[in-house]
Each structure stands twice: as structure tokens, then as C-alpha cells.
């Protein structure tokens, strides 16, 4: 690692020893001229159109720079003074449309073979229904279920996880705005107008182009599924309402 990097260990050490945890940010300031606002990407949560839009923008705007994250990186990982934004989905539309995203293994963008442990999850759960009514089932079936959630990418992580030790951003770091997928075109419009962007990007909503995922030959959730996903769900439906709370009540503009 070299002479840095015992730097930064010897950094580690001794902030630690005074009950403080450092955290070296992946995410550097951009040198750009333009204001930048940072794209919090949580993962199939209208991502591919939003995308698309931040395309557009950063080709039109003069004044304004829109800085699409990856999946790994989190708020924490984002600089504390920067503007960022990000959208949320209903948690049981999101476990479905993920869970057969990756069964596909993301095509037709993508072609991301299986992990051992999805390649699993798949051999078991032929469905997204079939995984969320084996959830707190008990015995092996149970087992399998948990194992399973936890191994496929996009059933693995919560939405509250973009979040983990900056959960109180509604007063310390609130966001620009928040999209939910279920109302798109009324929040990303609000959006526009609250980060002061003039564009409106044209978004094409082709499934061939995007991850939209067919459901017409796959089962429907029953009701023990969702409930069963509201239980698993629980801190991203608490999440979900803590942020309309915030676009109805707590927010102006």
C-alpha cells in the first residue's frame, strides 16, 4: 500500500480508538463549472429512464451537471454539501420486477450470467410468487426462501440500504426531490423545476430497449406473497411512506 496507505491506516486506527468511524468516499467533487447533482441509483426503480433523461440534460444544460451513481455507491459515499436525488418503487413491484430481471440475467440491455447462489435461487423458485410464499414458511422451504432472497442482486438489497447510517435525510440532507415509479412523469416534472432545469428530455419507453419485464406468462402475487413481502419489506414501506410524508408535508417549493 505504501507510505499512503499506512497513512490512512494509521488515520483509521486513532480515529477509532476516539470512538469515531472513518469512511474513505469513493465519490470525488467534480471539477465541473456547472452545478452538479448527484443521481442516488437504487436498483430497478425507474433507473433505465431516469437515465435517459440525465443523458439529455447533460447534453443541454449549460449551467447544470447530473451525476448518475452506480449500485454500489450510497448516499454516505456522496460529498456532504452536494445536491443529489433519487427514486423509490413500490417494494413488492420492485421485488418482482427484479427477481425476473435477473432470471433473464438482465437482457435484453445486459447479459450477466448467474452467481452459484442465483444459479441456485433460479433451480428452486421457478417464480417470484413461488419465493415470496415460501418466505417465513419454516423447515427447508423457509430456509431456501431466505437464502435465495438474499442471493439474488436486486431481491438482496432493501432500498432503505442507499441509506444505511445517513437515514435522517429529510432534515440534515434532504434530496432535490424524490421520483417514485408509480407517479414518474408528475415527480421527475417536479424535479426539473425544484433543480432549475429547462429540458425536457423525450424518454422512449420501448421494453426492447430498457429492463421492462414481461409479466403476461408468469403468475400473478397472491395474497400470501404480498404479505409475506410486506413483512420482509417492512423498513422500505416505512421508507416509501416517510417520503410521501416529506413531498405532501414537509417539503416547499
Known amino acids: 500500500m505504501g507510505k499512503l496507505g499506512n497513512l490512512v491506516d494509521r488515520l483509521a486506527q ?44 447533460n447534453g443541454a444544460e449549460k449551467g447544470i451537471h447530473i451525476h448518475a451513481l452506480t449500485h454500489d455507491e450510497m448516499l454516505v459515499d456522496v460529498p456532504d454539501e452536494a445536491e443529489y436525488f433519487f427514486s423509490i418503487r413500490d417494494p ?34 421457478e417464480h417470484a410468487n413461488d419465493l415470496a410464499e415460501a418466505l417465513f414458511a419454516g423447515g427447508m422451504r423457509g430456509m431456501q426462501a431466505v437464502a435465495a432472497m438474499k442471493s439474488i442482486r436486486h431481491t438482496a438489497q432493501d432500498q432503505v440500504d442507499w441509506f444505511a447510517l445517513v437515514g435522517d435525510i429529510f432534515s440534515v440532507r434532504p434530496p432535490v426531490w424524490v421520483i417514485r415509479q408509480e407517479h414518474f412523469d408528475e415527480d421527475i416534472e417536479r424535479f426539473y423545476q425544484r433543480a432549475g432545469i429547462g429540458t425536457r428530455p423525450e424518454l422512449k419507453r ?16 397472491s395474497e400470501r406473497a404480498l404479505s409475506n413481502l410486506k413483512r420482509w419489506y417492512s423498513q422500505d414501506y416505512a421508507l416509501y411512506e416517510a417520503v410521501e410524508t416529506w413531498m405532501e408535508q414537509g417539503s416547499q417549493a
Do not use: C
Not at 477509532?16 to 474513505?24: A, W
Not at 421485488?95 to 433460479?122: C, Q, V
Open 206 to 221: 420501448d421494453p426492447k430497449g430498457s429492463h421492462a419485464n414481461d409479466y403476461s406468462d408468469v403468475p400473478d402475487l
Open 92 to 125: 413488492a413491484a420492485r421485488f418482482r420486477s427484479g427477481f425476473y430481471s435477473r432470471k433473464r440475467r438482465g437482457r435484453p440491455l445486459n447479459d450477466i450470467a448467474w452467481t452459484a447462489h442465483e444459479e441456485m435461487a433460479f433451480s428452486t423458485f
Open 14 to 57: 486513532a480515529t477509532n480508538h476516539l470512538g469515531m468511524e472513518v469512511r474513505l468516499r469513493r465519490i470525488r467533487r467534480s471539477d465541473s463549472t456547472r452545478k452538479v447533482i448527484y443521481f442516488l441509483h437504487i436498483g430497478k426503480a425507474a433507473g433505465s429512464q431516469i437515465k435517459q433523461a440525465i443523458a439529455q440534460i
